[in-house]
T-cell receptor
């Protein structure tokens, strides 16, 4: 079976940097994705790591260590609009395959 | 592109009634996924299709749930008979072959079974 662990809640202040960690146990791992969800709306894709290392997209970066079954999402220069739920998700199966989500981390950004 | 389109956005029904949720994926996408989201269980994968063929339905909770994809532009998720514990937000998502991990989600169908 699969399991993904991420913190349930994180709080940070505007302008700060926050890191959301994700550890996973799965069979047939292909990569780790991150999604953002505001107020129960449609989850939106943020990033994907198929190889070890850091991927940067603007204020957001994502990291993967396959040997440690660990990844994180780094959010810099936090803004109020970043308050949302963040999900890590594991891809199983090549060429698009199956995506299994963690329970989500609720990020609250305070002024 | 219009994105993934789901209907209805909200449905309130009584226990025992049949519920049909609909999804139109993004044109050209090869994969279609149905997820269910609740506070207790998070985002659960129910079933996914590749080129209209069901690949993995191990997440479908019971025989009361069924899903079809008669063509590349339409899928349905049916619950018959519905029960209060089926109350959840049901999301449809689609993706492109070769774009690992990148799903495009619809706005969801919020189902309440009384």
């Amino acid at each position: 079976g699969q399991s993904l662990e991420q913190p349930s809640e994180v709080t940070a202040v505007e302008g700060a940097i926050v890191q959301i960690n994700c550890t996973y146990q799965t069979s047939g791992f292909y990569g780790l994705s991150w999604y953002q969800q505001h107020d129960g709306g449609a989850p939106t894709f943020l990033s994907y790591n198929g190889l070890d290392g850091l991927e940067e997209t603007g204020r957001f970066s994502s990291f993967l260590s396959r040997s440690d079954s660990y990844g994180y999402l780094l959010l810099q220069e936090l803004q109020m609009k970043d308050s949302a739920s963040y999900f890590c998700a594991v891809t199983e199966g090549n060429q698009g395959g199956k995506l299994i989500f963690g329970q989500g981390t609720e990020l609250s950004v305070k002024p | 592109d219009a994105g993934v389109i789901q209907s209805p956005r909200h449905e309130v029904t009584e226990m025992g009634q049949e519920v049909t949720l609909r999804c139109k994926p993004i044109s050209g996408h090869d994969y279609l996924f149905w997820y269910r989201q609740t506070m207790m269980r998070g985002l659960e994968l129910l079933i996914y299709f590749n080129n209209n063929v069901p690949i993995d339905d191990s997440g479908m909770p019971e025989d009361r749930f069924s899903a079809k994809m008669p063509n590349a532009s339409f899928s349905t998720l049916k619950i018959q008979p519905s029960e209060p514990r089926d109350s959840a937000v049901y999301f449809c998502a689609s993706s492109l072959r070769g774009r690992l991990g990148e799903l495009f989600f619809g706005e969801g169908s919020r189902l309440t079974v009384l």
